[in-house]
């Protein structure tokens, strides 16, 4: 079996757990607790996503691994005028077009494919390419990148799981259980990334706290 197939079965598995992270009002109390306090990257990545678009006046996203829709249904509300949700889990698209509700109807602006990226093909580029707890499961992220550059008129936003000395052994083994690949980076090696790539600049900002994302804007 492909990491592409252990990554697909693994979402499929848990789409609804992972969809739940973002519904906080229909969490649990004790649940909301866990995810703010061990989980606050998930939460931040989304904020600082958001002000990405609004600060340089962005148009037009695609997300790629857009799971339940969430950022794709946030920035439908900021009323861009093209958004493409990406994800190769039938279940997370099915989600996607259940929570979006009224605004995948607003003006056809909003769609969502099942697809592996490295599969998807299409003539339109859009302003930002967002990939969100993308690259954990990416084991070459250079062609990716490069994808993504060619897709993006200004600029592409990422995270990227960082290393931790003790986090990164109990998530490997948490993963490893679950049949699912996960890959860890430093920062060195996402500028490095971008230098190959091409990109004109890149920002890499550690999210605070119990976070383990590095929260990466790659400029076009």
Do not use: W
């Amino acid at each position: 079996m492909s990491d592409l197939q252990r990554v697909e079965q693994y979402f499929s598995r848990s789409a609804a757990a992972f969809d739940a992270l973002y519904a906080e009002d229909q969490a649990h109390p004790l649940m909301r607790f866990v995810n703010k306090t061990f989980r606050s990257d998930i939460y931040e990545r989304f904020v600082l996503s958001l002000k990405h678009v609004q600060q340089h006046r962005l148009h037009s996203a695609l997300d790629v691994g857009c799971g339940s829709g969430r950022y794709a249904h946030a920035f439908a509300q900021l009323a861009l005028s093209r958004i493409v949700g990406l994800d190769v889990s039938q279940k997370m698209i099915k989600l996607a077009i259940e929570s979006t509700g009224e605004a995948q109807g607003d003006g056809g602006t909003l769609e969502f494919v099942c697809c592996d990226f490295g599969a998807f093909r299409t003539d339109e580029t859009f302003d930002v390419v967002l990939a969100m707890g993308f690259f954990d499961y990416v084991k070459d992220p250079i062609p990716v990148l490069k994808r993504m550059k060619e897709l993006a008129t200004h600029s592409v936003i990422a995270s990227f799981p960082s290393i931790s000395i003790y986090r990164t052994p109990i998530r490997k083994v948490r993963y490893y259980f679950k049949k699912c690949p996960v890959y860890f980076y430093r920062r060195h090696q996402i500028l490095s990334c971008a230098r190959e790539v091409g990109f004109s600049r890149c920002d890499v900002k550690k999210i605070r706290g119990a976070g383990m994302d590095y929260f990466v804007t790659f400029f076009r």
